[in-house]
């Protein structure tokens, strides 16, 4: 895949400096440049620098008045030249007086950019000294306001702000008016005080406060279309480039999808381990790959910060239609060639600037590939070259159950009573039918699956009656009695075919008699051999060598094999395990190892820090309309992390390994991200509490704390879900 590298943002990377900038705990890349100039328009509009600027639409009286500073009070230069000293400002106030401080009421300061003004409810926002909240390269009016400046234009103000910069971290940058314009290249909490002149230029008293800098995640339909732009080429770059070139031309920051995917699918493919899935671990393994993500999309362009996608939006919306998940594709304005591409017959991204995206081809002795060589799972033989997408569909039948997340899932996950519930909900609650219907299956088992609809769907076609269902021992009976058996097949093993696949290859987990590895795929195969004939199977069941039976536990769960025992012929149960077990199966990259190959992969996740966000901010309390559970402390103090690995057992409970089987990745001392996966800077400088060179789970959820200011630099827009105000949430 080429493509062509569209950097838009030359003027600013102009103003980049070297790493020398340090204040709290902020290491941060970027500089800080002041600018003072009343002229600040045409500043603006050339885009040189970045800068603070007061206002030039000022009442003439003050204009006049300004037009009269004395030469050589900083930022008056441009005016002063012409400037007659009819009035002398006082600014050196008798410090032997007790000088005037005003209170937040009398004077405050808002900020506003181009989205408005910021209301996210963070506590660090709401403190009582008027601190606000700018956006880094973000060009931000800063305004006075209270009842001071309500109640009196005869003042005048004059602006000391501070920098992070060293240079500017001992003078301060002075301006005048009742605004100021402002465009910080970096993150940080910066100082600000006005003070205030009578029209004799009389000092008169100050005001303090502090402008704190930190990305706004915003969730996609709410972006400019500047911003959307900007996001969509800075991230398409990290398809582009390897590592190696990215960091050359980006710098350290950057990593490149082939590491993402590659590293994502070395945690996920040891047949005895899923160090990032099916356990506790997921919710902090996936924030953090998310900020490593971040991390090179900032090396690419420092003024974007990843969106998120509210996928609830679509999902309320098609449970308001009653209508299946596929409805997606009909209101969802995101696969389509201005954001993330839709899809052509072949399954391959056909348009957007993912058209086409190339899957990275696994190196020499890296071991999670398949077996054309791709980076995939071990199970998915899926030969195309191209990052695969089928969409709301499993081998001919589309997974209706797997509902795409609407209000009231969300809300479950969000009412979750312990940080624990958050753990286990996160994933499946929280967005997996994202990844079912995003990926899809396909392949042999179409084939396969119309063969046995052939000779049994007659037969699953049938309607039940209540008498019926109660004849075979069901008075709780959640099928229906329309053609039920045609519901439990298509949900329990179609729609969890992909799963299943898995299953019979972790067959140590499901099996009766607990054989590993029973589902094996060819060593290699090339490129020409089709994939008919480069299948994952069962060659013990296809050998007689073991029974359906043996395989059906890792079809069906307890619960479901005891409604289809109760109806379903044996030999239905044999075919529907033997097509199971035999089918060539490809898969779609969002529904297997490789999903971080997708674009798509990376806005779902940081919805659901928005999600942990919400349940951590204390004045965050409900969903549309409804209150859901919140934590009582949720500083680390309190919570208890939730150590679970479905792959955990203990010694002596598994006849393939009586030795037990711990599978890392789940506890809170586990590393959070292969150390090559960078984090962003602000969260990587503050993450290693116990300085052990590893940011481990328990650190990351620490780090990512939204009421310490210290922290993270950035938020969410909102905590709004007004889609769900009229959502059902009981
Ligand atoms: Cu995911």
Not at 70 to 98: H, M, R
Not at 411 to 438: E, K, T
Not at 534 to 563: F, G, H, M, R, S
Not at 701 to 718: E, G, Q, R, S
Request: hydrophobic share 35%; glycine share 6%; with cysteine.
């Amino acid at each position: 895949m080429n493509y062509q590298s569209d950097r838009s943002l030359s003027n600013q990377e102009e103003c980049l400096i070297s790493e020398s900038n340090i204040k709290k705990n902020y290491h941060l890349r970027e500089f800080f440049l002041l600018v003072l100039a009343f002229s600040a328009i045409s500043m603006i509009a050339s885009n040189k620098n970045a800068f603070i600027s007061s206002d030039l639409s000022l009442n003439t009286e003050l204009k006049s008045k300004m037009s009269q500073v004395k030469t050589g009070s900083k930022g008056s230069s441009e005016v002063s030249e012409e400037s007659s000293t009819d009035i002398d400002f006082n600014f050196n106030a008798d410090s032997s007086q007790v000088e005037k401080v005003y209170s937040s009421d009398e004077l405050y300061f808002t900020t506003k950019n181009e989205y408005g003004y910021f209301e996210g409810p963070y506590p660090w926002l709401s403190l009582g000294d008027g601190a606000q909240l700018v956006e880094p390269y973000r060009d931000t009016t800063v305004k006075l306001a209270g009842t001071l400046y309500d109640d009196e234009n005869d003042y005048t103000f004059k602006w000391s702000v501070k920098g992070s910069n060293e240079k500017l971290e001992t003078e301060e940058e002075e301006f005048y008016g009742s605004k100021i314009y402002v465009t910080y290249l970096k993150t940080g909490i910066f100082g600000v005080t006005v003070r205030v002149y009578n029209e004799t230029g009389v000092y008169l008293g100050r005001y303090s406060s502090t402008l704190i800098v930190k990305y706004v995640k915003r969730e996609l339909r709410s972006l400019t279309l500047a911003d959307r732009e900007a996001f969509l080429s800075a991230a398409v770059q990290l398809w582009t480039y390897t590592t190696d070139d990215g960091r050359e031309l980006y710098g350290e920051d950057f990593v490149s999808i082939e590491d993402m995917v590659a590293y994502h699918s070395l945690a996920s493919n040891n047949v005895l381990c899923d160090q990032f899935h099916e356990g506790t671990g997921f919710i902090t393994h996936h924030l953090a790959l998310t900020s490593s993500f971040e991390s090179s999309l900032r090396s690419v362009n420092p003024a974007v910060t990843l969106p998120y996608w509210d996928f609830t939006i679509e999902g309320e919306t098609i449970l308001q239609a009653n209508e299946k998940p596929s409805y997606f594709l009909e209101i969802s304005p995101f696969l389509n060639e201005v954001w993330f591409g839709s899809v052509d017959e072949d399954n391959h991204i056909q348009n957007s600037l993912w058209a086409h995206t190339l899957m990275p081809v696994a190196g020499v002795g890296l071991s999670t590939k398949n077996s054309y060589g791709y980076i995939r799972s071990y199970w998915n033989n899926n030969p195309d070259p191209e990052v695969s997408r089928k969409l709301f569909y499993a081998c001919g039948s589309e997974p209706v159950h797997k509902a795409v997340p609407y209000c009231k899932t969300h809300f479950d996950v969000l009412d979750s009573a312990a940080l624990s519930n958050f753990q286990l909900l996160s994933p499946s609650d929280g967005h997996g039918p994202m990844h079912v219907q995003l990926g899809g299956m396909f392949g042999g088992c179409e084939d396969a699956y119309t063969a046995f609809i052939a000779k049994w769907g007659t037969y699953l076609d049938q309607n039940m009656t209540d008498d019926e269902i109660s004849a075979v021992g069901w008075n709780k009976w959640k099928w229906g009695n329309t053609a039920p058996r045609r519901l439990m097949f298509e949900t329990a093993v179609m729609g969890e075919y992909f799963h299943i696949y898995r299953s019979l290859w972790r067959s140590h987990m499901c099996a009766v008699d607990q054989t590993p590895e029973l589902l094996v795929c060819p060593e290699q195969c090339t490129l020409e051999v089709p994939f008919e004939s480069c299948t994952c199977q069962v060659d013990a069941l296809i050998e007689n060598l073991t029974t359906w039976q043996n395989l059906y536990p890792c079809v069906l769960n307890d619960e479901n094999q005891e409604y289809f025992n109760a109806v379903m012929p044996q030999e239905l149960l044999s075919d529907m395990t033997y097509m199971l077990a035999t089918a060539s199966v490809m898969e779609g990259e969002m529904i297997e190892s490789a999903s971080t190959a997708d674009i798509l992969f990376w806005v779902i996740h940081p919805a659901i820090e928005r999600m942990l966000s919400a349940k951590r901010l204390p004045t965050v309390t409900k969903m549309g309309n409804q209150n859901f559970t919140k934590w009582a402390v949720v500083d680390g103090s309190n919570e208890t992390w939730l150590e679970y690995s479905y792959y955990t057992f203990d010694a002596d409970t598994n006849a393939a390994y009586p030795d037990g089987n711990t599978c890392t990745g789940h506890g809170a001392d586990d590393a959070v991200l292969p150390a090559e996966l960078v984090i962003t800077s602000s969260l990587r400088k503050q993450a290693d509490l116990n300085n052990d060179g590893i940011i481990s789970n328990w650190e990351y959820y620490l780090v990512i704390d939204p009421n310490d200011v210290n922290k993270n630099d950035y938020v969410f827009d909102n905590f709004l879900w007004d889609h769900c105000n009229d959502a059902d949430m009981r």
